[in-house]
């Protein structure tokens, strides 16, 4: 059913390219509408900032645009989009290798219940986000694309340009070692609070 449903995409999208390339530029407004939504997703998630990722979503779109001559049509549109995105994501992310840091002084604690399950649910989230940038790239990506896009192996493996053994490969050790840059934070975090607060 599944697979049905994916090879109707893949028609759709091959119907649309072609109403482009005859000059039909509402044909491929279809095409952004249709991806625009999970690509901005992943871009976000690749170089955490909102601006960043909606630039690059942009460019995604007009590389794509552009050199929609150059698509072989031997993978899917989806795949070949993916690609240029993850691609240029690549570059932003070794050009601003550092992650964005939050001031515990600039953040004003109101007298609510709340706010410091906010604020520590807010430190699990930058401790991961660190976490991810201690990943080799490949691991990272496939990371990315198997657990926040849902995508299958070998859905991974063609944006990946790799075998499906070989994006199996790459999420598990992303797994392994990111449980344990995780579990090295927490011991830090855990041997670095104040003594003497036991109950």
Same mark, same amino acid.
């Given at each position: ?27 491929? =407004? ?55 995105? %993850? ?16 001031? %515990? ?41 198997? %657990? ?7 859905? %991974? ?12 490969? =790459? ?29």
């Amino acid at each position: 059913m599944y697979e049905k449903a994916e090879h109707s995409g893949m028609d759709q999208d091959l119907d649309l390219i072609t109403r482009t390339a005859g000059g039909e530029r509402e044909a491929f =407004n279809e095409l952004v509408l249709k991806y625009q939504k999970p690509l901005y997703s992943l871009l976000y998630r690749m170089v955490s900032n909102h601006e960043d990722a909606a630039d690059l979503l942009q460019k995604t779109f007009v590389k794509a645009f552009t050199g929609l001559a150059g698509f072989e049509r031997r993978s899917s549109f989806k795949t070949w989009l993916y690609q240029i995105a %993850i691609n240029l994501a690549k570059n932003v992310y070794r050009d601003r290798s550092r992650v964005e840091q939050v001031n %515990i002084d600039d953040v004003v604690i109101k007298r609510e219940p709340r706010t410091l399950d906010v604020l520590i649910a807010k430190e699990s989230r930058q401790r991961l986000r660190e976490a991810l940038t201690g990943l080799p790239e490949k691991q990272r990506i496939t990371l990315l694309l198997r %657990i926040q896009e849902n995508k299958k192996f070998d859905e %991974i493996a063609g944006i990946m340009k790799c075998s499906t053994g070989t994006a199996k490969a =790459n999420y598990h050790h992303a797994v392994q070692k990111l449980k344990k840059i995780m579990g090295e934070e927490l011991e830090k975090t855990e041997t670095t609070s104040p003594a003497g607060t036991g109950e």
